[in-house]
């Protein structure tokens, strides 16, 4: 079972409540810029994000994923993001989105880190993976900073609204024991 609460020097990554849509609608959910590379357009409305928050207290309560809410380390009420880790056997798969303001304060390799370490110590999970648009740099500089080698490249992988309807390619991450 992966951890329900982390933290490090600056971030606590914690589950999802009712009370965090309408911060994470003002800090990125309706920002295109953040949108861009996700599989999600961004919202129009706050009840887009309350009811992607419940489905996301749904799947942590269900434990089918474990939805993490990032939060700065004195303000642990106020959302700055996410990191989505989803079991399959010995592999967990993860995605993450980050406010447009904490951009380029490392903050996500911070938390990336932090998550696979615990992950990596469990005897359940042998490799933490990760896929990033070809064109989405910022995130493979991400990758790499948090320890994920590129395994390759994946041709018609996975669709980007915000870019288009077709699949795209992705490079594919790892972080193995």
């Known amino acids: 079972m992966l951890p329900?609460?982390?933290r490090t020097q600056r971030l606590v990554l914690r589950e999802?409540?009712?009370?965090?849509?309408?911060?994470?609608f003002e800090a990125y959910t309706?920002?295109?810029?953040?949108?861009?590379?996700m599989v999600?357009?961004?919202?129009?409305t706050?009840?887009?994000?309350?009811?992607?928050?419940?489905?996301?207290?749904?799947?942590?309560?269900?434990n089918q994923s474990r939805p993490y809410i990032l939060a700065l380390a004195e303000r642990e009420d106020v959302p700055i993001g996410m990191l989505d880790a989803l079991v399959f056997s010995h592999t967990v798969d993860i995605g993450y989105v980050l406010g447009r303001q904490y951009w380029g304060a490392g903050l996500m390799p911070e938390a990336i880190v932090a998550f696979c370490d615990a992950a990596l110590a469990l005897p359940d999970y042998f490799?933490?993976?990760?896929?990033?648009?070809?064109?989405?740099?910022?995130?493979?500089?991400?990758?790499?900073?948090?320890g994920f080698k590129r395994e390759g490249r994946?041709?018609?992988?996975?669709?980007?609204?915000?870019?288009?309807?077709?699949?795209?390619?992705?490079?594919?991450y790892s972080r193995c024991k």
């Open 4 to 6: 329900t609460l982390l």
């Open 16 to 24: 999802p409540r009712p009370e965090d849509a309408a911060l994470i």
């Open 30 to 37: 309706q920002d295109m810029d953040v949108a861009r590379y």
């Open 40 to 44: 999600w357009r961004p919202h129009k």
């Open 46 to 62: 706050l009840r887009q994000t309350k009811n992607f928050i419940e489905g996301c207290i749904n799947r942590w309560e269900s």
């Open 127 to 146: 490799r933490i993976q990760a896929t990033c648009d070809t064109e989405n740099l910022p995130s493979a500089r991400t990758l790499e900073k948090s």
């Open 154 to 172: 994946l041709e018609r992988y996975i669709v980007h609204p915000n870019l288009g309807h077709e699949p795209r390619a992705s490079f594919m």
